[in-house]
């Protein structure tokens, strides 16, 4: 059985019958458009599969299946939007799914280190960071703050913060949060959130599709 | 009959088709309907014109069911239109009346509903596919006669609480066990005005709190979401985008609601 999580940017899949099942990757760009898959989720997943899991399911059943704790925050900062979940007592107490005003965060971090030729790893969180409340909004910010002199890495860093900042308003200023998302690997974006942050990787709705799966195949056994 | 039956009873029959913004008082509903009168509920989609020719009359950011009930208003060959702007509508509404009156040459009547007798409401806890019952709440207020043959009390298994949404379509991902509370409870008691009836809700089953965007009753749905144990708080302007029925869904599958 094929899993995919058909992101804007990335789409990940996984074979639940290969010998050790491993996550593949691929830009979203590059993919053939006759691919299908048993069971989809994500922002493109209904073109692709005649299975399909809401994304807010497979982020909640991958936190189910990846966090032990009963009481948690889990959010997901995807290249077009941002998604949490609160567990509380190992059940759903709140969740939220910011597709306007989330909109375009992180295609906006990925297209910044491209266009600037910057490297994310070698950037200091900044002191100072723009109020940020949407990826195109902040792009001015940035153009403004590089004309008043300041260096480009420097308006960046501040842009990500910002991000970073307004996706942790948005799940409720938690002391701490899990986060799903390619943003994982992003140590700026990481250390830019003023709580507790502990980094779950890009997999965690094809984790939760897994589930679901699993889960199907059962019932239709019993 | 008091002076002012009468001389509504006098204003009516001149008209033979009316629209009405809000639920106006049942005095004016029956006097429509003694009189046989054709009345449409501007606050629905009745015509397939554009949102946007609302758009010089009211701002683009407003409450969705008021820009419907404008174009309506400008499309549709009424006689009068009677606005409810007391306090079981909106001042959303009544500055809608004021402009309305203005570029339209009908009479836009406005009324203050004050109805504090109870219908009931049997087909808010019905066991019926929600869709089905939130358009017969609707179609109800053209009418000022009792209800017939209520259908059953139906155990809940979630709850619906808010306005008629402007985009119905969000009422087909509850299941059909889902009660309604908030102001289309109250529209269906037809006791618009009745805050307390709408301040309440179910704590026992899991209940999307919703309310139009740009709505003063986002205030009280939210506040309303974060008394209750197990809530969604969830506003849609114009249309349903994937995210709210997204929202909508994991909601009910991840609080164990059987489809
Ligand atoms: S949804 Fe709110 S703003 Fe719109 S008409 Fe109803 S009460 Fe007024």
Not at chain 2, 30 to 49: G, T
Request: hydrophobic share 40%; glycine share 8%.
């Amino acid at each position: 059985m094929i899993l995919g999580d058909f992101g804007t940017s990335y789409c990940k899949f996984l074979d639940l019958d290969a010998p050790n099942p491993e996550p593949s990757i691929i830009a979203t760009k590059d993919l053939p458009q006759d691919t299908r898959v048993d069971l989809a989720t994500g922002h493109n997943g209904k073109r692709f599969s005649a299975r399909y899991v809401n994304e807010l399911i497979a982020l909640a059943r991958g936190g189910e299946a990846m966090i032990v704790e009963d009481d948690y925050v889990l959010l997901d900062c995807g290249s077009r939007d941002i998604k949490f979940i609160r567990y509380q007592n190992g059940k759903l107490a709140d969740m939220g799914w910011n597709a306007e005003c989330g909109a375009s965060m992180g295609f906006t971090i990925e297209l910044l280190e491209r266009y600037y030729d910057l490297d994310y790893s070698g950037l200091k969180v900044p002191e100072q960071t723009f109020s940020v409340t949407c990826g195109v909004l902040g792009m001015s910010d940035i153009f403004d703050t590089v004309i008043s002199g300041v260096p480009v890495s420097e308006a960046v860093a501040r842009f990500v913060k910002g991000i970073a900042i307004n996706a942790y308003r948005f799940a409720g200023s938690p002391a701490r949060l899990y986060l799903s998302g390619g943003l994982c690997d992003n140590p700026l974006f990481v250390g830019s959130f003023p709580c507790q942050v502990t980094p779950l990787g890009r997999f965690v709705l094809l984790r939760g599709l897994e589930t679901e799966a699993r889960q199907r195949r059962a019932n239709t056994l019993a | 009959m008091t002076l002012e039956l009468a001389s509504l009873s006098t204003t009516i029959r001149r008209f033979r088709k009316i629209g009405i913004i809000g639920i106006p008082p049942l005095d004016v509903i029956r006097a429509a309907n003694d009189n046989n009168l054709v009345i449409h509920d501007l606050d629905e989609p009745l015509v397939r014109e554009d949102l946007e020719t609302a758009s010089p009359f009211l701002p683009r950011v407003y409450c969705a069911i008021l820009r419907t009930a404008v174009v309506n208003a400008l499309h549709l060959e009424l006689d009068a239109i009677y606005v409810d702007t007391g306090p079981g509508k909106c001042d959303c509404a009544l500055h809608t009346a004021t402009i309305l009156a203005e570029a339209l040459p009908i009479p836009v009547i406005c009324t203050r509903n004050m109805d504090n007798t109870g219908y009931g409401y049997p087909l808010c806890q019905a066991h019926q596919p929600l869709l089905d019952r939130m358009q017969a709440i609707t179609a109800g207020v053209k009418s000022a006669a009792p209800y017939d043959n209520p259908p059953p009390v139906s155990m809940p298994t979630a709850g619906f609480w808010g306005v008629p949404p402007r985009d119905f379509s969000i009422l087909t991902l509850f299941p059909e066990t889902t009660h309604i509370f908030g102001w289309a409870r109250c529209m269906e008691n037809k006791t618009p005005a009745d805050h307390d009836l709408e301040a309440q809700f179910n704590p026992l089953v899991p209940t999307v709190f919703f309310a139009q965007s740009f709505c003063a009753k986002t205030a009280l749905a939210r506040y309303l979401a974060k008394k209750h144990p197990h809530a969604l708080y969830l506003d849609v302007d114009v249309h349903t985008t994937g995210s709210a029925r997204a929202k909508v869904q994991a909601f009910l599958e991840l609080s164990g609601v059987e489809p």
